[in-house]
């Protein structure tokens, strides 16, 4: 059974899909004022780019059972597992060093959806909570 709190899962969600909507810089050094280029620069995938570094903070924040819940919850949402291997789930989850969590998430694609999907399986909805999206 899901123990993680939903609430932390679909604020992951929204990271996970701010970070997936990045692209490649335009420009190595760009060098202008924000105004003048109306901010493109953050919809751009830089090393030091704050969405990453909120999407990485909010995984490396929760607990490692949160943590491998995490994993097993994209995995299920991935297809990789039923609800019904929740245990199986979460035993194959347990083979990612708990250090590495954050890492083999953020190299996911879609991670968001497959979070959101895997919640949806188990009748959880991200709409179902207020999550502060600034």
Known sequence: MVTINPEKVCFIVIKAREFDEKTDPSDENPGSNPGDDMSVEIL??????????????????LNEDEGLELIALAWIGRGDFEPEQWDEALAAAREVPEKRIAAYLTQMPLLGDYLEEGLAKFDISCTEFEINRL
Do not use: K, Q
């Not at 751009?44 to 924040?61: C, M, N, S, Y």
């Open 44 to 61: 751009e995938d830089l090393p030091d780019d704050p969405t990453f570094v909120e999407l990485t903070g909010a995984i490396d924040a």
